[in-house]
């Protein structure tokens, strides 16, 4: 739901103003500016000193700012000791025996006393609250609302890869309130199809979601309009928290502070992440991370969620767990298109199914129509093998 173009340009013109606001205060400290000044080598000082400081940190760079030659210890040193010779030695061998010793920078040992600290504030938490914790169950009685007016409309979509057709005129309607399922053989195009609907492939035929047109428009524009989407991938950010990693999502919901404050932790507790909230997404299970995922999408409050693998890697038990995080999703009235390859999943939580095989729809039903089709069972299974079954 982020630019990546917009980012990209704030982010240089981020980095151009603190260069320019640099150089404005070096040539007043020199007094005058020559080229000697921004040699090469001096360059590379620059480099040593900031990966020796840490070059991962916001306080690598302070303490690289303070390390700096013309920095407030350089300065310190240097009316004592005359360093101004020797600074660029001395930072060498400092930098090798950072790579050797400590990758993570000077300030690396204070970041890992800080991280041992919350480990074990969060284990001591842990321990205080598992009795309380109480996990809802795929076995619960839950109503299933009638299926509303038809959310996305896709009309004769295609997707080519030069000779190559992935997805072929295809057409499938999703209604609202509903939980969707795509299924299909390796191959079929299920992720193609989703990256056309998501404005990530090139394609051709009509997408409309919620009366709204969207050939055409970027991808973070369907996010804004009400389309969230996650990847086989995952793609979470490994040095942010889990709260953290939601929080990216709701960049395009407009919320205020306050709003999305209180936003995020509906979407914490619905999806029952409050246990890990505070955690790295390194530390937690597959299972939490793929809801990690799935919180981030809803971060963005769209009205089509699209999923795809996102019981990849998880067993039964989680695969029940997940089941039962989509339902409290759906209860929410976010509609579901999932894409997955668990087909106990994908048949007892969907209301509705389409089958694709070589980038075609070949079944469209109810689960249990779905699972005595045919056409599917030789698309999964071989013609001699579903002959075999048959018999």
């Known amino acids: 739901g982020i630019s ?24 007043y400290q020199q007094g005058s500016i020559t080229f000697q000044s921004f040699s090469a080598l001096a360059g590379l000082s620059v480099l040593t000193t900031t990966y020796m400081a840490g070059i991962t940190s916001v306080f690598g760079g302070l303490l690289a700012g303070i390390m700096m030659e013309g920095g407030v210890m350089f300065t310190a040193i240097d009316r004592n000791i005359e360093i101004g010779r020797w600074f660029g030695i001395v930072t060498s061998f400092g930098v090798i025996m950072t790579v050797l010793k400590n990758p993570e ?22 321990a205080a609250s598992t009795d309380q914790i109480d996990r809802r169950r795929s ?31 295809v057409d499938l309607t999703v209604h609202e309130g509903q ?8 191959g079929a195009g299920k992720t193609t199809f989703m990256d056309a609907v998501s404005g990530f492939t090139a394609s051709s035929g009509a997408v409309v979601l919620g009366g709204r047109e969207l050939s055409g ?10 389309l969230g989407r996650t990847f086989q991938g995952i793609d979470l950010y490994e040095d942010l928290s889990v709260a953290e990693n939601i929080a990216v999502g709701q960049q395009v919901s407009g919320e205020r502070l306050a709003e999305a404050e209180a ?10 992440l409050s246990r890990v909230r505070e955690r790295g997404v390194a530390e937690v299970s597959q299972g939490e991370r793929q809801l990690v995922s799935i919180a981030r999408a809803l971060a963005g409050r769209p009205r089509l969620l699209m999923l795809d693998e996102p019981a990849a890697g998880l067993d039964t038990n989680e695969s029940l767990w997940l089941a039962d995080r989509l339902h409290d999703i759906r209860s929410t009235g976010v509609t579901i298109l ?25 079944a469209s039903g109810t689960p249990s129509e779905i699972r005595n089709n045919p056409l599917v069972t030789q698309a999964y299974l071989g013609t001699s093998q579903a002959e075999e079954v048959e018999s």
């Open 4 to 27: 990546v173009v917009k980012v990209k340009m704030i982010s240089f013109a981020i980095g151009a103003f603190i260069a320019g606001l640099g150089g404005a205060l070096l040539s």
């Open 105 to 126: 920078g000077i300030v690396g040992p204070a970041h890992a006393f800080f991280e041992r600290r919350r480990l074990a504030k969060l284990a001591e938490i842990d």
């Open 139 to 169: 076995d619960d009685i839950r109503v299933v609302p009638p299926p509303g007016d038809p959310l996305l409309v896709v009309r004769d979509l295609s997707v080519s890869y030069g000779g190559v057709v992935a997805v072929s005129d």
């Open 179 to 186: 939980i969707v399922g795509l299924i299909g053989p390796n």
């Open 217 to 226: 428009l970027a991808p973070h524009r369907r996010v804004a309009v009400g």
């Open 263 to 272: 936003s995020l932790d509906r979407i914490i507790e619905l999806l029952d």
């Open 338 to 362: 999932l894409i997955d390859h668990d087909m106990s999943l994908v048949l007892s939580l969907c209301d509705e199914i389409h089958v694709l095989d070589f980038g075609s729809v070949i």
